[in-house]
């Protein structure tokens, strides 16, 4: 089947990059699409989801039927900046990291008391380094605010920053946010063994939030990638059911193998529509935010956690955007 569009999303567990013998590149329009970036004043709601997993084991819960445990963590405000950060390593254990943050055309090397230490980043410090625009500076304006069974709860955050991931060929890139939490932050359940299965949490440590990028160009094609699939498997499934019908109406056998034949074409043809994906990458209409003059953000993305580079990673829940004047 052909593969009707590609896309990489660094170290995210839904994201496919068919690179096979292929040197990874960047986008040819990553360096301009960071470097056009002004402040961006943005607004995230997010749904950590549950459902008897911890960070650190797979979804365990037999209830199947019961929708997993959720929360909101509402009101955050976060400022995108476009200055560079490269947190430089450290020369020996007693030394602080030196921050080096480089403007339109010069490179300042801030004092020891100006260092700055961010999260590290599935694409700046995962294997491909290469496809990062580079490491963001993000001030938080806002921290969230969720309701839990001890009333309203803060969610602090540190280590903030965000980045631009794009490989060359791929239609989508990301835009990843990441911050670090000091503390479990969790929403119902109890003391006892059903403690997951009855709860969610935002875990301790690296949290990370991705947002499709497209290109207008990349996005009309995507999008009737998108039409075209789900008319395949729509006319699919429509084709099964004919046939199915015919078959049991004729007493032919010879007929009969025909039509289930033709049956189970349909079936396998359906299969092979990537609806998923689509679903869950393509937006529709009214669900992009432009951000620059022919680039557009998919206002939905996924909260995931990971150890960097390449430590198990889980799935925490997911996110909306919504862009606010500074």
């Known amino acids: 089947m052909k593969v009707f569009f590609r896309y990489c999303l660094v170290g995210h567990v839904v994201a496919t990059a068919f690179i096979f013998g292929e ?57 995108l900046h476009n200055a560079p950060v490269v947190v430089k390593k450290k020369k020996n254990k007693n030394d602080k990291p030196t921050a080096l943050t480089t403007g339109d055309s010069s490179s300042i090397m801030t004092t020891a008391d100006d260092w700055v230490e961010v999260v590290k980043m599935p694409g700046h410090d995962g294997d491909h380094p290469r496809i990062s625009g580079g490491l963001r500076t993000l001030d938080v304006v806002q921290q969230g605010q969720f309701v839990n069974q001890d009333g309203l709860q803060n ?108 049956a189970y074409a349909a079936i396998e043809t359906y299969t092979l529509q990537p609806l998923k994906h689509y679903q869950e990458m393509v937006p529709d209409e009214g669900e992009t935010i432009q951000i620059q003059e022919d680039v557009y953000l998919n206002a939905r993305g996924k909260v995931w956690t990971k150890e960097m580079p390449r430590g198990p990673q889980f799935a925490l829940g997911t996110a909306k955007l919504t862009l606010m004047s500074p």
């Open 23 to 79: 040197t990874v590149v960047p986008h040819p329009r990553l360096s301009e699409i960071v470097d056009n970036h002004r402040t961006k004043r943005v607004a995230l709601n997010i749904e950590v989801v549950g459902g008897g997993a911890s960070i650190h084991q797979k979804n365990n819960n037999n209830n199947n039927d019961a929708a997993p445990p959720r929360f909101a963590i509402k009101d955050i405000v976060l400022d």
């Open 155 to 262: 969610v602090e955050t540190s280590k903030a920053t965000w980045e631009l991931v794009w490989m060359k060929d791929a239609h989508a890139g990301s835009l990843n946010i990441g911050f670090e939490v000091p503390k479990d932050y969790t929403r119902g359940g109890n003391s006892g063994a059903d403690h997951h299965a009855s709860s969610a949490t935002l875990p301790k440590g690296p949290v990370y939030l991705n947002f499709f990028v497209w290109s207008k160009e990349s996005l009309e094609y995507a999008r009737t990638a998108k039409e075209k699939a789900f008319r395949i498997a729509k006319e699919s499934l429509e084709e099964r059911n004919e046939e199915l019908t015919k078959m049991q109406e004729t007493s032919n056998p010879f007929l009969k193998a025909l039509h289930y034949r033709n």
